[in-house]
């Protein structure tokens, strides 16, 4: 695909170019401008000038490009919440990937220029984004429809590719200059956009035309996110928009490649995830100058500039600079990492002021000259103790003073409620930070477990190519990761992945003995307990008698004190909906489902589940309803296809039914009950001969589909007796 060129922008700065030696005039009264926000996940400082990312380079080179910026958490939402909010992430509380939310009362960018007449939208490209996190806050519109693999619902990595992001972005805008009202005095309100690019976050997948193209598929990624810029930009422009938007493109943390030893990112505070692209520009049309900037700024500073250029005063718990009118004075810039704990390792902080970098773990510090070392080789913390010591201060200073998160303690009427199910223990949980091991002494570690999902991965991907139901034995992955859980036990990742694998490979009751002696050691963990609450109830669908029930109120009593810990969680309140299927009490499945989907209106098979217990209650309406509204969140949803066909076989429209019978059958082929079902249609419509070629199509599924075919035989059985 050919792009078009970049529209020329420069950047809107006035001191920030004197200290550089740039002229410049004085600032004016700021026009009503709109912005255009783009963050793109996983993007590494040095890919800008490589000749990677073009549609970058050249918005570098005519913009405002701080050639040292630094994000505050090399994860993504904490990240985020940085960037929306210009907080750190001890004063917004928001410390990993999908734990806790922003709290409202943080305000966003979004939120006060809404309150100053924009218009606002986000398109995100990952569910870890989703508005349950608490950014959607300040938004007309947030756009976080994510698919999602029914069997892995609350897995964060879910996404969607850049192109399906832009394409939404630019529909909303086109759909927003179409609904001006031209006799209303505000009928040209400026927006404010914010599009999120995921792609080149681990695994790198890019489209076949990038890969071909680039040295690696981490570059492959990337080129193919610049070039959803470009698409965006040159959208933009032929709207004749692009003339009066401010645009800043940033990422929000880099990617470790192997540096310091780190594949990926989010356990080590080293300058490869926390140096990223950041590039300010503002129309020709202002009157002011490119430049690059080579002071050390934060990614806490975009709130505050972004307010200040749209005429918006920032609240005072913005502290940040305006990037614009940065000067040469030295100031500290705070970094941090929280993920190592999930490990049982010490969580990391970082300070620097652009030469000097202290990198805290518990009570160890390590110190590099970055002018002199900037790949942080030689550790020189004990040349100048007194640097040292001074950073290490401000840094555990900064750390100390942290916000509660809506994840924070639990209140005392949940853990009355998790004592009465069991699930409260005296002790346990992570060791002190003082005492843990440093992430950068164990990250040879976390390599062998990330290769160990691979292989999981891997073993998966095989098994659903086979047919099978799961892997026989996955030798590798299962031997790599119980040696991780029996050399690090204090790793919760490292024993919770283990049981999945465990119960994924058809082990259930050794799955379901490793969540437990984990439930004792982390009963106050939400995801832990679901996944014995899963284990459990798979347990039970192959025990009988007593054993059975036993073990589905094991599930029950797990997936209740997760949502104990966590009322968001939307996996437990699935989990005790299918619960209450499998007890034959619909009623209470649909309210358990209504608060699933509640929580998570965009997760299809929530309201599948839904639509499905509605129709066992004979609340036929109430079905449809939710079947729709899950193909309107997936268009793919099979379940939903199949769930309005047998609403119509049963109200004796089963001409009607085959349709939605192909459908489910196109988007899944293997749904072996949507072949036996369009069959029943077929015949009931009086189409016997398609009726038995389906029936015959049952009939060469796997063995495990015995209930269908066992049903298709005899029904085309009844047909070859019939006269």
């Not at 609350?154 to 529909?171: F, N, Q, T, Y």
């Not at 036990?489 to 919770?496: I, Q, S």
Request: proline share 7%; with cysteine; glycine share 8%.
């Amino acid at each position: 695909m050919r792009r078009r060129g970049v529209p020329r922008v420069v950047a809107f700065t006035c001191a920030a170019l004197a200290s550089v030696g740039t002229s410049c005039r004085a600032r004016g009264p700021a026009p009503r401008l709109n912005v255009l926000l783009v963050t793109i996940d996983t993007l590494r400082a040095d890919r800008v000038g490589a000749g990677i990312a073009p549609t970058l380079d050249a918005l570098a080179a005519s913009g405002l490009w701080f050639a040292a910026a630094r994000t505050a958490a090399p994860l993504t939402l904490p990240s985020h919440a940085t960037i929306h909010t210009g907080l750190l992430p001890p004063e917004h509380g928001v410390r990993e990937n999908g734990a806790g939310a922003l709290a409202p009362e943080h305000a966003t960018i979004a939120r006060l220029l809404k309150e100053a007449g924009y218009q606002t939208a986000a398109f995100v490209g990952a569910f870890v984004l989703d508005r349950r996190f608490g950014l959607a806050q300040g938004f007309d519109a947030y756009d976080d429809q994510i698919p999602r693999d029914p069997s892995a619902a609350d897995r964060l990595e879910a996404e969607r590719p850049a192109g399906a992001v832009a394409e939404r972005a630019l529909a909303w805008l086109a759909n927003r200059q179409s609904a001006i009202n031209p006799q209303s005095a505000t009928r040209n309100p400026p927006f404010f956009a914010w599009v999120h690019f995921y792609d080149p976050h681990a695994p790198y997948t890019p489209p076949p035309e990038y890969a071909a193209r680039a040295k690696t598929p981490y570059d492959g990624e990337v080129a193919y996110a610049d070039a959803q810029l470009g698409v965006l930009l040159d959208a933009v422009r032929r709207r004749g928009a692009l003339d009066r938007t401010l645009v800043v493109v940033a990422g929000d943390h880099g990617e470790g490649l192997g540096d310091h030893g780190e594949r990926t990112h989010g356990m080590l505070l080293y300058e490869s995830t926390l140096r990223v692209p950041l590039v300010i520009a503002a129309p020709r049309s202002m009157g002011f100058h490119a430049a690059r900037i080579d002071a050390a700024v934060s990614l806490a500073e975009i709130a505050p500039t972004i307010l200040r250029i749209a005429g918006v005063a920032p609240p005072a718990s913005m502290k940040g600079r305006d990037l614009t009118r940065i000067g040469r004075a030295a100031f500290d810039l705070y970094s941090e990492t929280d993920y190592p704990r999930v490990a049982g390792w010490s969580p990391l902080q970082a300070l620097t002021d652009g030469r000097w970098k202290m990198i805290r773990a518990g009570a160890a510090a390590e110190v590099y000259d970055l002018r002199n070392d900037p790949r942080e080789a030689h550790d020189v913390s004990g040349a100048p103790p007194a640097i040292a010591a001074a950073m290490r201060a401000r840094a555990e200073a900064i750390h100390g003073a942290a916000a509660t998160s809506q994840a924070g303690a639990l209140p005392a009427d949940a853990r009355d409620r998790l004592r009465a199910l069991g699930y409260v223990a005296a002790g346990g949980g992570a060791p002190a930070a003082s005492s843990a091991d440093n992430p950068a002494a164990s990250i040879a570690a976390w390599n062998d477990f990330e290769d160990a999902l691979s292989a999981l991965n891997a073993e998966e991907q095989s098994q659903e190519r086979k047919g099978g139901k799961g892997r026989e034995d996955g030798p590798g992955a299962l031997d790599m990761l119980q040696t991780l859980a029996m050399r690090h036990p204090d790793a919760l990742v490292f024993r919770a992945t283990y049981a999945r694998a465990l119960k994924d490979a058809g082990r259930t009751a050794a799955a379901l003995q490793v969540y437990r002696e984990a439930a004792k050691r982390w009963p106050s963990d939400a995801p832990l307990l679901h996944d014995l609450a899963v284990a459990a109830r798979d347990a039970a669908s192959a025990a009988a008698g007593p054993l059975a029930g036993s073990l589905r109120d094991e599930a029950s009593r797990a997936d209740q004190a997760a949502l104990a810990i966590d009322p968001t969680s939307a996996v437990a309140a699935n989990g005790l909906g299918l619960l209450a299927i499998d007890a034959g009490k619909p009623s209470d499945a649909a309210h358990a489902f209504e608060r699933a989907a509640a929580i998570d209106p965009n997760n299809a098979s929530y309201w599948t589940n839904l639509g499905n217990a509605r129709r066992a209650t004979g609340d036929r309406a109430g079905a449809e309803q939710a079947y729709r509204r899950a193909l309107d969140v997936d268009s793919q949803a099979a379940d939903a296809a199949n769930g309005l066909g047998v609403l119509l076989v049963e109200a004796q429209r089963p001409g009607e039914a085959v349709a939605w019978f192909e459908r489910a059958i196109a988007a899944a082929p293997d749904l072996v009950e949507a072949r036996l079902n369009l069959g029943i249609a077929l015949q009931q419509a009086g189409d016997t001969a398609r009726a038995a070629d389906a029936y015959r199509q049952v009939l060469a599924a796997p063995p495990r589909h015995a209930r269908e075919r066992e049903a298709a035989a005899k029904l085309l059985a009844a047909l070859r007796r019939r006269p």
